[in-house]
């Protein structure tokens, strides 16, 4: 088929050139001009996924967004949260119809709506999946075994965006549960920054082990409310994307809150890491959807006090740890 990924970051790039490695005929899209030319001339993202040369890949390049959605029979949307609106908005004119699929992870910070609610606004006409789970973009670039999970209203959409990314080194579940699938993938990004600042802060494994164990509960706590199936969080959007994200230094998000725990500020945190770190914005939305839908959510409340109310992360782990008794049993 012809695919357009739109979003040129190391995500984007690794699954042009894996889709490219399928078979299919790959445009990637960048928000830049020079970003395009770079690519097109370095035959390598220097930049996002450097250490990958795109070998004999015949992908296409171009900064023109009509070109681009006018080339995919599928479009898959791989910017930044913060740019999904925008740049949905500006495929309307040429790609509502066609079957977008949403690889991006979080929740607009505006609206509190998930990315393919926002997607699914701006091209009412197009059938939105979710592609999403523990996968790192340096590995699927490389072929390391990854397993990601499609999610749609739609069962068909789900089965053919299966079968569109489906190989040896990239196997794609589907699920029914598109919020949960969704959800799963954009709050593990805070869980993950958590999990970073202790281990900055010199904290250890029993620490890690706890923030992932009782996030994993505030994640699924926040889904049910936000009609999620439990299940799903259980699956590889939500514990295996979760796992992935906090114990791994290709994580943006664990490398931030490592900076951010040895008393970086969360703007030289940022500049360090020189990516997008969803966490931080997923952890203002959790925080408001916390409050919206009346859920305890203690470590995802914590995550916001330190990184945007001053808190420092010693405090915040006192507070957590001091909180009156409860039983494991309540979950939910």
């Known amino acids: ?97 066609k079957i977008i699929v949403n690889v991006s992870k979080g929740i607009d910070e505006k609206s509190l709506r998930r990315l393919s609610e926002v997607i699914a606004e701006k091209l009412p006409h197009s059938p939105v999946a979710v592609l999403s789970g523990p996968s790192h973009a340096e590995e699927v670039a490389r072929g390391i075994p990854t397993t990601n999970v499609a999610a749609c209203g739609d069962p068909e959409v789900a089965l053919k965006v299966q079968q569109i990314f489906n190989g040896e080194t990239f196997r794609v579940y589907t699920n029914p549960d598109v919020c949960g699938v969704e959800l799963g993938g954009a709050m593990k990004n805070v869980i993950a ?86 966490g931080v914005w997923a952890t203002k939305a959790g925080y408001e959807l916390g409050k919206k839908y009346n859920v305890e959510l203690p470590i995802i409340n914590q995550a916001y006090a330190v990184l945007f109310e001053g808190k420092s992360p010693a405090a915040a782990v006192r507070d957590l740890m001091t909180r009156s008794a409860k039983s494991e049993d309540q979950l939910l």
Not at 47 to 56: I, M, Q, S, Y
Not at 59 to 71: K, M
């Open 1 to 97: 088929m012809n695919i357009s990924v739109i979003g040129s970051g190391g995500w984007g790039t690794a699954l042009a050139l894996h889709l490219d490695k399928l078979g299919h005929s790959v445009c990637l899209w960048s928000y830049l001009p020079e970003e395009s030319e770079r690519l097109k001339n370095d035959r390598e993202n220097k930049e996002f996924l450097p250490g990958v040369p795109f070998g004999d890949a015949r992908l296409r390049f171009t900064s023109d967004i009509d070109e681009a959605a006018d080339f995919g029979e599928i479009l898959v949307s791989a910017v930044p949260s913060a740019a999904v609106a925008v740049t949905a908005g500006k495929l309307a004119a040429k790609a509502d119809g």
């Open 193 to 278: 920054l958590c999990a970073g600042i202790a281990d900055g802060c010199g904290y250890g494994d029993n620490t890690k082990a706890a923030l992932m164990t009782r996030g994993l509960h505030e994640i699924s706590r926040l889904g049910v409310a936000m009609g999620a199936r439990e299940k799903t969080f259980a699956g590889l959007s939500g514990v295996g994307d979760l796992i992935v994200t906090c114990t791994s230094m290709h994580s943006r998000n664990r490398r931030a809150g490592i900076l951010l725990g040895r008393g970086k500020t969360l703007e030289q945190a940022l500049a360090e890491v020189h990516m997008t770190v969803e």
